[in-house]
């Protein structure tokens, strides 16, 4: 299948994300929790994903958590306390970029974390998601998958562009080497993390562009009827003819000539 264009992308975007407007007002209305949890390879397209989700929403009703390496304290807490934090209230929608499942994935295959830290992270996932779930949080967890041709072009696209250079880490060159290991850390995830409550699904990101369509209309396709009335304030003429700005203190820093010209 060839690879979507970005004009027939948009189109088919565009109504999607008017639906994640909704999706966003009806939660404020109904004052729910929404968690949706991108997890995936390197490179396959988290940050992406999440952009296309995020673009027309309030700023203030969601935020994007990535969290950083862990401090020194945070390494002697319980391992799901850093992340709780940045849990939703009534209303607020958190997109994790990497989250909880950090110690089944990277820190796993990387050897950051012990075997038995892994095994005792798969048994406590279980029931750190059910108490989610039960408190009402609508817990969405998605898994994207590109197949190693396609991270290589990726990986070669970052270390060839000076604007996505920072992307490429020590972490993901080690990790280039260790594509089946991923493969067998993340089935062995799977199995016992995909639950009735808190269930996985695996979305296709060898056309990214493809891939956040897939994503985005199935996690629309598992909410319920989230259309809401949509209240408009009153926006009467003005009084007047429009008025211009007016300077004293200070002016506006000069229009650079070659932008006026386009």
Not at 106 to 129: D, I, N, Y
Not at 225 to 237: A, I, L, N
Request: aromatic fraction near 10%; hydrophobic fraction near 35%.
């Amino acid at each position: 299948m060839p690879k979507l264009k970005r004009k027939p992308y948009k189109n088919e975007l565009e109504p999607l994300q008017l639906e994640l407007v909704a999706m966003a007002r009806w939660a404020r209305h109904a004052c729910k929790r929404i968690v949706v949890v991108m997890e995936g390879r390197d490179t396959a397209g988290k940050g992406g994903a999440i952009k296309a989700i995020t673009e027309h929403l309030d700023t203030r009703q969601y935020r994007v958590a990535a969290l950083p390496k862990p401090s020194e304290r945070e390494q002697t807490q319980w391992y799901f306390q850093r992340y709780i934090e940045h849990l939703p209230a009534a209303g607020e929608i958190t997109l994790f970029d990497r989250s909880w499942y950090n110690r089944a994935g990277v820190e796993k295959v990387m050897g950051f974390a012990s075997p038995a830290q892994v095994k005792r992270f798969l048994q406590q996932a279980p029931v750190f998601e059910k108490m989610l779930t039960d408190d009402g949080i609508l817990l969405f967890k998605y898994w994207l998958c590109c197949d190693q041709a396609q991270q290589e072009e990726r990986f070669a696209e970052r270390l060839n562009d000076p604007l996505k250079a920072w992307k490429l880490s020590p972490i993901d060159v080690e990790a280039r080497k260790r594509y089946a290991d991923y493969t067998r850390a993340r089935e062995a995830m799977l199995e016992a993390t995909h639950t009735d409550h808190a269930p996985w699904a695996l979305v296709d990101f060898n056309d990214q562009k493809r891939g956040r369509l897939t994503l985005i209309r199935h996690l629309l396709d598992r909410l319920p009827d989230v259309h809401v009335p949509r209240s408009q304030p009153d926006f009467p003429p003005l009084p007047g003819r429009p008025k211009k700005e007016r300077y004293g203190v200070l002016k506006p820093i000069p229009v650079d000539a070659e932008s006026a010209e386009d």
